[in-house]
């Protein structure tokens, strides 16, 4: 066979989207790349089911063997592009082993449709190849499907190191079956030729069949067969038709762990439509293999915490133990919201790592429309009790009206429910509504009482009133004479006051334990003769001794008092005019507990 | 665990009519029916959560009359007609199956089997009538010897299971009782209360008032900055000896 | 938490032992904060409650003056119930012993409710476990030494055993005495029982005919919690100073009792002063003794 041809874009007079453009088309990553990747490949292959049963889908990573890179460097992409800025390439393919990452789909409908953007249509026909693999952003026409082609596949080419991906597709054209392959890259605008020649190119490049016109068009029938079983793509016939995607020396994370990156992901994005409870027809069949081994894919009720999601997802499919949310003005349905909860069992070993994308404590709602992907999770408070966690789903309703608000809401990239996005009107405040009550509904199912203000239905219950006067008890004394009358409050005049002695630590002072208290003085200056007496006294059930336990002899005394250069050696000391943090030492017996009690004398 | 039977609770409020309106002595009970009959705004019952309506109030007036009736009541008023009242109740009260639920943790509702049901043998056991001894509390009539029986009952298996309820003075009791913070630790309770029958018969119960005041706040100092409900029965015991010692030591040092 | 007792040894500071606070609800179920009462109690409905703590062990041996190797600590959690400051019955739920190869501690238990009564007080303290081969002249020798406490009391039943003992009643049935059943409160009290539990012998009554102030009552209302508050406030500390020798009566009384509290109310409202001396102001200035005691009753409000 002989090497393809290559068709590398030039501007046109008209102006093409360069490349960049092509590539910032695909907006803020909410998610990281390889999530971005298998979202919208996984959301292309499930929107491409036919009729029937839901898709069988393969990814594989796998390193090419000897022959397979030969047939890659001299036949696939021997013919590369002119001019500079495509180091990467060569990189990746003259260098080295070559690693692939494969996205194939079966059991949907391949690419079909005319392969050339400027063929005519008659409107009947889909467009697959030519959205896929020519244009970029045109809206995919299934009815609420989930995916759109032309943002989605950049992600594609992002997660190759040289931006380049190969496509294999058994589809039909006209009723006929086609096998169709091609290879396509879409790098950095640049300039190449000479002279009067050199030109500026879009960046995006196509190896296939020579065209005749100046363009390639994809290998076909027995070629493209060929190929793709040199390659050691994964077989097709005619009954198993679909498309593999080849991803050229993909860009996984240095540390990142390819295969439980891949099984959270898919689970985490596509969990409906793979429980065990999924209908056959929406039912996604996966499989994954990492450098020649299998990887069992658990199911979600066996992966938490998708097990209680997998639970809530069946209560607002039939309306079971589902709240409706509604919006009141306009009167109208806008979709059910089912929430479990239950202890929070074991994860996963793939979800068990630090930087899983599945919550430790989930307190989520999956939101999604009834075609039953997910469009994002909104967080909401945890149990405080770290030992239960709780999951929720909501679906919009599958009424016309609500349903397309909700799916016109979306960006591009299906992730989002964004009313801006929605002019005035009814449909908007469908989606403002839905969100607002979803997120009220996500940070209080925790903490039902707390957040509604808990009081507030209480009837004639006493026990809040109780417990505010009873701060009134125990503390009291603790609190010092900051709450008391011995302030400045309300204009009166400053008294003499001291607060409750605080202990501050206990140390050896010339051999012996003692413990250091000190307490606040504030002083009317009333009273030049004025002292502070301390007396220490023994703890018995958590206060001070009675009298009539005081036969316990206890012959402590105060060792040391101090109110800034003040100092005493006794139990008293003189305080005068003088104000502030009075210090005082007493020594410890061996097994008891100690309190100092503090009086003001007056002089 | 069957239900728990719900008692009725009589207000402090409620003792103090009863008490006020008889002039101190033990009020009639046509008195009490008129006071604290239906729709009375000092009796209540728990809203929820057991058994109102039951038999237990009248078996446990008809249990404690007929102790007071083997007891001497109401003829016989001597120190050891009391004596035997209190022990045999005590442990009528603590083997009693249906009297271990949180209810009877409850003053009010001491103070309606006592006020309500039994102020005559309140006052044949406390001619002084002082209030206390019908209001609930750990001096209420009754209410201490339920304690009593409940914390120093030695369970079914045991030889002797009511050994300490009979040995002990009344002294020890209180010196046990009135101190939640022994009395709220059954283990404790019985450690000491063990402690005290081993050194009475060493020392004469005689002298063991003195000792066991001592002893008690001993343990109690003690108590504070060490737990004693984490030590191991020997340790506690040991623990308990100690401060016993003590306390006898500061005795013949007096 | 600021202590007002020494301790004969080293103890832990709350920032070592990193209490995550108490939990409470339904067994099997989520447990919630626990707050200071638990509505909807009663003896068919058991309790789960739970304790964790995040201690940072090398701050504990610093502490504590001990080679790390020579801690050896226990957590110990608690249950305490029944009536008065004290509860009447307390039972050990739970251990665990707090290592260093444990970054957590976990401490749960179910509590039947048929042996509650009133309130819950939950404690978990950490205790040492052996004594230290190599201590520090200060560090804790003896096992079962308390180095760390912490409480939580949980009111279950509402009205009966409320905090502070209050109630709602209508006065026009509850007294015969036309000239109390007008009055918006009632406190009730005996003179001289300073001895008393504080639980037991202490009640405010609320008059439920008076729509106003009973209504006021029940939703707090700072206002009205303070005047009644003084008004007991005032009522008590007036008897007992002028009690002939006020201030050896009240050091007799034992923790939790009437007496115990009027201390602490004197304390708060006349910081510092014997008895003598709030008598005296009292006697000479009854205005300014009335007004400290209402200033010193502030409760909820802006706290």
Redesign the interface.
């Known amino acids: 066979m002989s090497a393809l041809d290559l068709y590398s874009e030039p501007f046109a007079k008209t102006g093409n989207i360069a490349a960049e453009g092509f590539r910032k088309l695909l907006g803020r990553p909410a998610m990281n790349l390889l999530q971005t990747v298998i979202r919208e490949a996984l959301q292309n292959s499930l929107d491409a089911a036919q009729n029937g049963d839901g898709p069988e889908v393969l990814l594989r990573t796998r390193v090419l063997n000897e022959d397979e890179v030969r047939v890659l460097r001299s036949q696939v992409f021997a013919r590369r592009p002119e001019g500079e800025r495509h180091a990467d390439l060569s990189e990746a393919l003259d260098n080295g082993p070559i690693r692939v990452f494969e996205i194939a789909d079966f059991g949907t409908t391949g690419l079909g449709g005319p392969t050339r953007a400027d063929a005519p249509t008659d409107g009947e026909e889909d467009l697959d190849f030519v959205n896929f693999m020519r244009n970029v952003g045109a809206a995919r026409d299934t009815h609420q499907g989930g995916g759109t082609y032309g943002y989605g596949k950049t992600s594609l080419y992002a997660l190759s190191g040289c931006s380049t991906i190969f496509v294999d597709t058994q589809a039909r054209e006209r009723g006929q079956s086609v096998r169709r392959a091609m290879g396509c890259r879409i790098g950095e605008a640049y300039d190449a030729g000479s002279g009067s020649e050199r030109r500026r190119h879009t960046g995006r490049h196509w190896w296939g069949r020579d065209d005749g016109e100046g363009g390639v068009d994809p290998l076909e029938a027995g070629e493209a067969v060929a190929i793709s079983a040199a390659l050691g793509l994964p077989e097709r016939t005619t009954a198993r038709e679909g498309t593999t995607i080849v991803i050229i020396a993909p860009i996984f994370d240095e540390q990142s762990d390819v295969r439980n990156d891949l099984i959270e992901t898919v689970l985490w994005n596509f969990w409906p439509r793979m429980c065990r409870s999924t209908a056959q027809e929406k039912r996604l069949a996966l499989r994954l293999e990492i450098d020649g081994e299998v990887v069992v894919v658990p199911d979600p009720e066996d992966f938490p915490p998708l097990d209680l999601f997998a639970r809530a997802l069946e209560g607002a499919r039939h309306g079971d133990e589902a709240k409706a949310i509604t919006s009141i003005r306009p009167r109208k349905h806008l979709g059910q919201l089912s929430i479990r ?1 239950g ?1 929070r069992a074991d994860r996963h070993v793939s979800a068990l790592r630090k930087r899983s994308v599945i919550p430790k404590q989930s307190a989520h709602i999956a939101l999604m429309r009834p075609v039953e992907l997910i469009v994002k999770y909104v967080h909401g408070e945890p ?6 966690e ?1 999951a929720g789903v909501f679906i919009c309703s599958d009424e016309e009206e609500v349903e397309q608000a909700f799916a016109d809401s979306e960006p591009p990239a299906h992730d989002d429910w964004v009313p801006q996005n929605l002019p005035t009107g009814a449909a908007k405040s469908y989606v403002n509504i839905a969100l607002t009550r979803l997120s009220e509904e996500a940070k209080t199912y ?2 039902p ?2 957040a509604t203000g808990g009081g507030n239905e209480r009837g ?15 503390k ?6 900051g ?4 302030g400045s ?2 204009g ?1 005049k400053k ?9 501050v630590r ?3 002072a010339d051999g012996v ?1 003692t ?1 250091i ?1 000190e307490a606040d003085l504030v002083n009317d200056k009333s009273d030049p003769k004025l002292r ?1 007496v301390a007396e220490p006294y ?12 005081a ?3 206890f012959d402590g005394q105060v060792t040391r008092m101090a109110l800034g250069v003040l100092q005493g050696t006794s139990g008293a000391l003189e305080v005068g005019f003088n104000e502030g943090t009075v210090i005082c030492h ?1 020594p ?8 100092v009690k ?3 004398k ?1 002089g | 665990m069957s239900r728990v039977d719900l008692l009725p609770r009589l207000k402090t409020i409620g003792v103090s009519h009863l008490l006020q309106d008889s002039n101190g002595a033990p009020p009639e009970p046509e008195r009490v029916l008129e006071i604290i009959g239906e729709n009375s705004p000092f009796v209540w019952f728990a809203a929820s959560g057991g058994t109102a309506g039951n038999d237990l109030p009248s078996e446990f007036a008809r249990g404690l009359r007929d102790i007071a009736s083997r007891c001497g009541y109401p003829g016989e008023n001597s120190q050891k007609a009391r004596a035997d009242f209190d022990r045999e109740a005590a442990i009528w009260l603590g083997s009693h199956p249906s009297l271990q639920s949180g209810e009877l943790l409850r003053d009010d509702v001491w103070a309606f089997l006592t006020t309500a049901l039994l102020p005559k043998i309140v006052e044949w056991r406390y001619p002084e009538r002082n209030h206390e001894r019908y209001a609930g509390g750990v001096r209420n009539t009754f209410q201490r010897l339920w304690m009593r029986g409940v914390t120093l009952d030695l369970g079914e298996g045991h030889a002797d299971r009511w050994v300490l309820v009979r040995e002990l003075s009344e002294d020890a009791m209180v010196q046990i009782f009135e101190r939640a913070a022994i009395s709220s630790d059954a283990r404790l309770s019985r450690a000491i209360a063990r402690s005290w029958v081993d050194i009475a018969g060493l020392i004469g119960r005689g002298r063991m008032e003195d000792v066991m005041r001592r002893a008690t706040i001993f343990i109690r100092v003690r108590n504070q900055v060490i737990d004693l409900a984490h030590l191991d029965d020997d340790d506690l015991a040991a623990e308990i000896a100690h401060a016993f010692n003590a306390s006898i030591g500061s005795e013949t040092g007096n | 938490m600021k202590r007002r007792i020494a301790f004969p040894f080293l103890t832990l500071p709350d920032e070592v032992v990193g209490f995550c606070g108490w939990m409470i609800g339904d067994p099997g179920q989520p447990l919630l904060k626990a707050e200071d009462c638990l509505e909807g109690w009663d003896y068919e409905r058991d309790i789960e409650v739970n304790a964790r703590l995040k201690p940072d062990f090398e701050a504990i041996a610093e502490a504590l003056d001990l080679n790390k190797e020579d801690v050896a600590l226990t957590v110990v959690l608690k249950g305490g119930t029944g009536a008065g400051t004290m509860p009447r019955r307390v039972e050990r739920l739970a251990g665990a012993s707090l290592t260093e190869e444990q970054p957590e501690v976990d401490l749960g238990a179910v509590i039947g409710s048929e042996r509650l009564s009133g309130r819950l007080r939950l404690e978990v303290s950490i205790l040492l476990e052996k004594a230290p081969v190599a201590p520090g002249p200060l560090s804790p020798m003896l096992v079962g030494a308390r180095l760390w406490t912490d409480r939580k009391d949980i009111l279950l039943e509402d009205g009966g055993d409320a905090r502070f003992p209050i109630e709602v009643i209508s006065f026009a049935e509850a007294f015969r005495d036309p000239g109390i059943s007008f009055a918006p409160w009632f406190i009730h009290w005996r003179v001289g029982a300073l001895d008393g539990d504080f639980g037991g012998s202490v009640r405010v009554y609320v008059n439920s005919d008076d729509l106003v102030t009973s209504e006021r009552f029940v939703n707090g209302d700072p206002a009205t919690l303070q005047a009644i508050l003084g008004d007991v406030m005032s009522q008590l500390i007036s008897a007992v100073v002028r009690m002939d020798d006020a201030d050896d009566h009240l050091a007799e009384c034992s923790e939790g009792s009437v007496g115990e509290q009027v201390r602490r109310w004197m304390d708060m409202a006349f910081p510092g002063r014997s008895a003598r001396s709030i008598l005296s102001v009292l006697e000479a200035t009854p205005g300014r003794f009335h007004s400290a005691i209402l200033a010193a009753a502030r409760v909820g409000g802006e706290e």
Request: net charge positive; proline share 6%.
């Open positions: 909860r202890a149990f405080p009790d770290g030992r239960f709780w925790a903490n009482l707390g004639p219950s006493l026990a809040s009133t109780a417990s505010i006067m009873g701060k009134l008890l125990e009291a004394s603790a609190t010092g004479p709450r008391g009358g011995g409050r309300g009166v008294l003499k006051s001291l607060s409750a002695p605080r202990f206990l140390e050896m334990r413990a208290f502070i023994i703890v018995i059930d958590g206060g001070m001794a009675a009298a009539a336990d036969s316990v002899a007493v410890m017996p061996e097994s008891a507990a100690v309190g503090l009086f003001l007056e």
